[in-house]
């Protein structure tokens, strides 16, 4: 599982989404490093009333960030071979549990950032079209920095994230293992209901 890892994955997230996105690959680097700076002096500019009402976090995520995650592919790669046994009454309440998941992971984490530089690399081509991933490193003083790469694609209106590896671990691979064990001890609505749980109780 990821854990400090988690952490610096979903601080580093708000650097990929925002405003319009280019459509060429070697624009992607320059915009996470100007949506980055943007989100954080956003977030800085509310700091105050973010920490008297935590909450208001999720409608800053909802605003900025969810519009430009591909959610849907998120989830069909988190659950593998088991999206399609789904119905589609499941497939969407999987798909709203596990983005509530997500999303309130990174609130966490957001809400806890401290300065952690990010260094953004060159863009690198996946040899698919429209695909491209973002390295970039994030370094805490006194730590090895921690590469962080984004896999992305242009839908047509925008770059949208659809996975990230966090030091060679994939966070769709991730959830895929603990999704699949979920899946085989109690089926899909046991998947749905645990996801439930967890937001319940503000886990990630």
Do not use: C
């Amino acid at each position: 599982m990821i854990t400090r890892r988690h952490f610096l994955l979903f601080v580093t997230l708000m650097v990929l989404l925002g405003g319009a996105v280019g459509a060429a690959a070697e624009d992607a680097s320059a915009l996470v490093k100007q949506t980055a700076e943007r989100m954080l002096s956003a977030l800085e500019a509310r700091r105050a009333d973010v920490n008297r009402d935590p909450a208001l976090i999720y409608g800053m995520i909802d605003q900025i960030l969810a519009p430009h995650f591909d959610f849907k592919k998120i989830t069909q790669g988190a659950l593998g071979q088991h999206w399609r046994a789904a119905t589609p009454t499941q497939q969407q309440a999987l798909m709203d549990g596990f983005k509530q998941v997500l999303v309130r992971t990174y609130a966490r984490s957001l809400l806890n950032y401290s300065g952690e530089e990010i260094r953004y690399l060159p863009v690198k081509p996946t040899g698919k079209d429209n695909t491209v991933i973002v390295p970039t490193e994030v370094r805490a003083p006194g730590s090895t920095p921690i590469p962080i790469d984004y896999r992305m694609y242009n839908s047509g209106g925008g770059w949208k994230v659809f996975d990230v590896i966090v030091n060679s671990a994939s966070l769709v691979s991730n959830y895929r293992s603990s999704f699949s064990t979920e899946i085989r001890q109690n089926g899909i609505d046991g998947l749905i209901t645990k996801l439930a749980e967890m937001n319940r109780k503000g886990q990630g």
